[in-house]
């Protein structure tokens, strides 16, 4: 027996009764948690704790049956997630293990307790700036590399991955979680993409039991992004900017599937090089100025690794736009005599802070149209309203430039 299936049979042994299914404290089993039965169960656990007495019950058990009694009416919460799995939820989340950064973020702008995530994948571990919550918590790896062992001594009640990224990864830890821990919740969400990011912010605020934070970020959120798509609504295919978006390496653009053309075209530019089934194809530099792009916009961040929360480094990002500026033959293209060429980080574009680096976009590409969009402002409130994170931008990180 080697050393995975060893760990699973001794866990598989120590699960306590109480990691089935069903509501602890509904001694009738029908599936709701009357006042009765409430009232029975804490006095059975009291009786147990103080007076030497017998219940079935622990204190995490009488927790629970409080929360789903009080928050709940008695009743269990159904769910759906990205994947559009029906989840029963018989208690609330109490050790969660995220294995996105995303979801790790969404739980943090819903207010919920971050006490209660027990580990987190090894990229948000890394965040020591944004995360620093986390610093201390265990680190599970990727979902590309999973450190099963670790998650399974934790023993998490609930663990978060992607919906629809790295599909086969993610099932195959979905499939070794539900068949190592009975009674384990696994759950799909991206948290990145616009056109799904305000019903999952709903669906987890429901799932955490904060239907009013919930409404305020989704608010907060929507209206960003309503902005931009108001904005650019009804410019005509031929009147809309042509942008030149180059990824992290040297003449790698984004093709139609990327997720930053989808941003890219919600702020209504028009991609010269969106054809093509290939995400991110490399260009010929001749055929970028043969495009003539009105606005170039530079990601920065994971290939290039500067700026973003990292540290405050405008002259990296500087150094980043000179240097797309003396490449041969672009004094010719229409961004650069203009002065429209920018460096953005992907730390606001991609991720669950999308809606900031799109701001920047619509503004970029439409600057009477949206005199009115402060994509800094936007930021900071997001930071200092919905992540509880003590990050002035005016003296901490590089997001953008100029």
């Given amino acids: 027996m080697n050393r995975w299936y060893l760990l699973t049979f001794l866990l598989l042994l120590a699960v306590p009764a109480s990691a089935a299914e069903g509501i602890p404290g509904d001694a009738d089993a029908d599936g709701t948690l009357a006042r009765a039965e409430y009232a029975s169960a804490a006095l059975a656990y009291l009786d147990a704790a103080y007076m030497d007495g017998a219940g079935d019950l622990d204190r995490d058990d009488i927790r629970d049956a409080a929360w789903v009694y009080a928050r709940w009416d008695g009743k269990p919460r159904e769910v759906t997630d990205s994947t559009g799995r029906t989840v029963t939820l018989y208690r609330p989340l109490r050790r969660v293990v995220t294995f996105s950064g995303e979801s790790l973020e969404t739980l943090r702008s819903l207010g919920f307790d971050m006490d209660k995530v027990v580990a987190v994948d090894k990229y948000s571990h890394e965040k020591e700036t944004f995360f620093p919550e986390c610093r201390d918590k265990a680190n599970v790896g990727s979902i590309w590399s999973p ?113 930053y053309n989808e941003k890219t075209e919600l702020a209504g530019g028009k991609n010269p090089f969106a054809t093509g089934t290939t995400e991110y194809p490399v260009v010929d530099p001749e055929a970028i100025i043969v495009a003539d792009p009105e606005v170039v916009v530079k990601l920065a961040g994971q290939g290039l690794a500067v700026g973003g929360y990292a540290g405050h480094d405008p002259e990296a990002l500087a150094a980043i736009r000179s240097a797309l500026l003396e490449r041969p033959g672009w004094s010719r293209i229409s961004a650069v005599k203009d002065d429209r060429v920018h460096v953005i980080h992907s730390d606001i574009l991609g991720g669950a802070q999308h809606f900031i680096g799109t701001a920047y976009l619509a503004k970029w590409f439409y600057p009477d149209r949206f005199a009115d969009l402060d994509p800094h402002a936007i930021h900071q409130r997001y930071l200092t309203g919905f992540q509880g994170i003590d990050f002035d931008l005016a003296s901490q990180g590089t997001f953008v430039y100029p």
């Fill in 147 to 259: 450190d099963m062992e670790k998650v399974l001594i934790l023993r998490p009640d609930t663990v978060i991955l992607y919906a629809t990224i790295s599909t086969a990864a993610c099932d195959d830890i979905q499939k070794r979680l539900e068949a190592s821990s009975p009674g384990i919740r696994v759950l799909r969400f991206d948290c990145f993409k616009p056109a799904t990011y305000a019903g999952e912010i709903r669906t987890i605020a429901s799932i955490v039991d904060e239907p009013e934070r919930g409404e305020e970020f989704a608010s907060f959120y929507g209206s960003t992004m309503d902005r931009i798509r108001d904005g650019t609504a009804g410019i005509p295919d031929d009147e809309k900017t042509r942008v030149y978006f180059e990824y992290w390496f040297d003449y790698t653009t984004v093709a139609a599937s990327a997720g």
